[in-house]
């Protein structure tokens, strides 16, 4: 009788531990916890204790709002059931060690506003329907072995205000569509292959501070027009198949302009 009495207040803890949360989102964290081998993770979750005090985990109104692991040895792949913390507003998984390709249930988190994944080793292609996560304004993938090419879909992030996708294995050309991105202020693939020109269209990128596309294939010129951007103030093509190798330079938009306005109008591109 004494085991039973133990086993049903056990029980009773466990349930109330998860009293805050619906059963989905209870769900979708402990298939988190499984499919990147939680008892392994550097800061554990407590399974009985309350949500709100595992690490890394925002509660607010009883909705999972905010998921903060990096830094904690998460391995293995992330789980479709992700997609279903549809009141998430942040994830970062950054500085760990998940593979696989990323669930395309991501799509769901419609409330998503930053999505740091760098520094993993995910691989596939980055999924086209990234484009639904509208009021998204952070996306950072960089450091990983994403392939392929970038998704056009991508300048459906109106409200973006980072886009980092460096040092992955990223193919193609820059899509012209990025240039749509208006509150756009950091654009950085660098240490990809890509190829072609440096689109013309990113000059209508009024808020962009810093354009780093060096280490890739890139041809063509510099459009002189970037050297009117007024927020533009880091500048680094450098290492590509240009006609010309420009200066790299670092949170200085004097010295941005002049280093692009030195070379002779030959190199200003039109619009078709």
């Not at 009024?206 to 780093?212: A, G, K, P, Q, S």
């Amino acid at each position: 009788m004494k085991t039973l009495n133990l086993t049903i207040i056990f029980l009773f803890a466990t349930l109330l531990s998860f009293a805050s949360i619906s059963q989905t989102e209870k769900e979708a964290l402990l298939a988190l916890h499984t499919s990147t081998n939680g008892e392994q993770w550097t800061k554990k979750w407590d399974l009985n204790k309350a949500v709100s005090n595992w690490h890394g985990v925002t509660v607010e109104n009883d909705k999972v709002v905010a998921l903060n692991l990096s830094f904690n040895n998460l391995t293995g792949t992330l789980p479709q059931e992700l997609g279903n913390l549809t009141n998430l507003k942040a994830i970062n998984f950054g500085f760990n060690k998940l593979t696989g390709a990323l669930p395309n249930s991501i799509s769901n988190l419609k409330n998503l506003k930053s999505l740091e994944l760098f520094l993993n080793k995910f691989e596939g292609s980055i999924p086209a329907s990234l484009g639904k996560l509208k009021n998204l304004e952070v996306l950072a993938l960089y450091s990983n072995s994403f392939t392929g090419e970038i998704p056009t879909a991508l300048a459906n992030l109106e409200n973006l205000k980072e886009l980092q996708l460096g040092s992955n294995f990223l193919t193609g050309v820059i899509p012209s569509e990025l240039g749509s991105l208006s509150n756009l202020k950091i654009l950085s693939l660098i240490d990809n292959n890509l190829a072609g020109d440096i689109p013309l269209e990113l000059t209508d990128l009024e808020n962009l501070e810093e354009l780093i596309l060096s280490e890739n294939k890139l041809t063509g010129n510099l459009p002189l027009q970037f050297s009117q951007l007024k927020n533009l103030s880091t500048l680094m093509v450098s290492d590509n198949n240009m006609d010309v190798e420009y200066a790299t330079v670092v949170e200085d938009r004097t010295s941005l302009r002049n280093s692009i306005v030195t070379y002779n109008d030959t190199y200003v591109v039109e619009r078709d």
